[in-house]
């Protein structure tokens, strides 16, 4: 009768997204553990520790006003200024000067600039390529080639089934890679992660295209993509990913309490 016994333990057997997994892998900790810390110092853990996600916490994940400011403003003033002039020098270097007003103002006011600084180096590298070339199109090379970085690592990871969405959500909710071991939970994170790919890859249909066709129409409709795919594309789908992890690891983040709450 043991072949019977054999089936009842089968039956009620966890499912497993794939049986010979180990539960600790050092490598995927590591980057688990990684994008974790990277998604809550950017203001994702006050989103990920309220139970609904208000106005504020939803503000905070997206940078805060002035984080936002930081990112849409050099990129609107090169919009407008590249529109009406074509003038490839004086639209870089009015961008610039946004983003350097916006690094020193942090500066001056003892305000973490990590940011802004981030944001300023990536505008200068930007209008490097731009004034090197002397084409307004290349200022945007850099974020093109992000995004397409982006998009070729959430891929690479669905594909080697280590979804980088649910590495992150797993640390972040303090499930670690426990989730791997659930097929429903795997496969709800494969389809997250997918959907992250998704607006990666949307913005270089877009945007590749406009860049290779070389003229001033063109360019300024680059520009204007690039602000129309930015946050109106990334808020709507950060608030998909806070439902559904939200639905998936229903327990409280063990890590959140001891430290990080005095905040200052």
């Known amino acids: 009768m043991s072949g019977g016994r054999?089936?009842?333990?089968?039956?009620h057997e966890p499912e497993r997204a794939e049986p010979g997994d180990e539960e600790r892998d050092p490598v995927a900790s590591t980057l688990g553990e990684s994008l974790a810390k990277a998604a809550r110092s950017s203001g994702m853990g006050q989103l990920v520790d309220g139970e609904t996600p208000t106005g504020t916490a939803l503000m905070a994940a997206l940078g805060g006003v002035r984080g936002l400011?930081?990112?849409i403003l050099p990129g609107l003033v090169f919009l407008i200024v590249f529109t009406f002039t074509q003038n490839v020098p004086l639209s870089i270097g009015i961008s610039v000067?946004?983003?350097?007003?916006?690094?020193v103002v942090r500066i001056v006011g003892k305000t973490p600039v990590t940011q802004a600084l981030a944001g300023l180096i990536g505008v200068g590298l930007s209008a490097i390529f731009a004034l090197i070339t002397g084409r307004g199109e290349d200022n945007f090379i850099l974020g093109i080639w992000t995004n397409a970085a982006y998009a070729a690592a959430l891929l690479i990871s669905?594909?080697?089934?280590?979804?980088?969405i649910g590495l992150a959500a797993g640390y972040l909710m303090g499930d670690g890679l426990a989730w791997r071991s659930v097929k429903s939970k795997f496969r709800v994170m494969q389809a997250l992660t997918f959907?992250?790919?998704?607006?990666?890859?949307?913005?270089?249909?877009v945007q590749v295209p406009l860049y290779l066709a070389h003229t001033d129409a063109a360019t300024s409709a680059l520009a204007l993509t690039k602000l129309l795919m930015g946050?109106?594309?990334?808020?709507p789908l950060l608030l998909i990913t806070w439902f559904v992890v939200k639905?998936?690891?229903?327990?409280k983040p063990q890590s959140q309490k001891p430290q990080g709450d005095s905040a200052g």
């Open 247 to 251: 639905g998936q690891f229903p327990q």
């Open 6 to 11: 054999d089936v009842t333990d089968q039956h």
């Open 195 to 205: 959907l992250w790919f998704l607006l990666f890859a949307a913005r270089l249909l």
């Open 231 to 235: 946050v109106p594309l990334y808020a």
């Open 97 to 103: 000067a946004v983003a350097v007003v916006f690094t």
């Open 69 to 71: 400011l930081e990112t």
């Open 158 to 164: 669905i594909l080697v089934r280590w979804p980088l």
